[in-house]
């Protein structure tokens, strides 16, 4: 089954404007990660928020994690166009095996 | 640090013929690696995780005889495609875990196309 389900699909704001995603998941984790991937490139990680945090930030990057509702959410602020990208986030399962389950991914699209 | 390569970045051949993609941990040792397949505008599906010195523990539904994989050091392991056909053609994309970095972040390679004719 879908472990991470994230929304939107695809989002296109303006420059300067914030963009939100969101991601929902459906069993016990250790941690979330959320990942940003550019078109036919590899994977570069953003940010890791464990079971027992509730919100994270790193530069222009915030996420939240509820656990009671086992979802999370990366915003990021003041966008720019080179935040253009596909956004994915990934759960690591409480039994802590090292695999990561991603979601469907969010393309965002920032215009100029 | 932290930084992990592929090799070859984009491969075509002929369909039945295997092809091998290399993942290599540049600058730390990689106790796991891990292998994903992407197809296009869609998210990673995990095919295997590969420990140094053991076998690959594959994902259901990941043919183990048709993807070969080797872990034959701590910065380095193999992925091969074993008499492809077109329905192989994918983005696949390793992971590697280990003894740098942040705990529990995989470093990702670039990626390797694969197209099969």
């Known amino acids: 089954s879908q472990q991470g389900e994230e929304d939107p699909q695809a989002l296109s704001i303006q420059e300067g404007e914030n963009a939100t995603m969101n991601c929902s998941y459906k069993?016990?984790?250790?941690?979330l990660q959320w990942y940003r991937q550019n078109s036919g490139r590899g994977l570069v990680h953003l940010i890791l928020?464990?079971?027992?945090?509730r919100e994270k930030h790193s530069g222009r990057l915030r996420v939240t994690l509820d656990t009671s509702k086992k979802s999370s959410s990366l915003l990021i602020t003041a966008s720019r166009a080179a935040d253009t990208a596909s956004y994915f986030c990934?759960?690591?399962?409480?039994?802590?095996?090292?695999?990561?389950?991603f979601g469907q991914g969010t393309t965002l699209q920032v215009k100029p | 640090g932290a930084v992990v390569s592929q090799h070859p970045s984009r491969v075509i051949c002929k369909s039945g013929t295997s092809v091998k993609i290399e993942c290599r941990s540049l600058?730390?040792?990689?106790?796991?690696m891990f292998w994903y397949r992407q197809f296009p505008k869609k998210s990673l599906m995990l095919m295997a995780t590969s420990n140094e010195g053991s076998k690959a523990t594959y994902e259901q539904g990941v043919e183990k005889d048709k993807f070969l994989i080797n872990h034959a050091s701590l910065t380095l392991s193999t992925l091969t495609v074993t008499s492809a056909h077109p329905e192989d053609s994918s983005f696949y994309i390793c992971?590697?875990?280990?003894?740098?970095?942040?705990?529990?972040?995989?470093?990702f390679g670039p990626g390797t196309r694969l197209t099969v004719l």
């Open positions: 992971s590697a875990e280990g003894l740098a970095g942040a705990p529990d972040t995989q470093y």
């Open positions: 069993t016990s984790i250790n941690n």
């Open positions: 928020i464990r079971s027992n945090e």
């Open positions: 600058d730390f040792q990689a106790t796991t």
């Open positions: 990934a759960t690591a399962l409480s039994s802590n095996t090292g695999k990561l389950i």
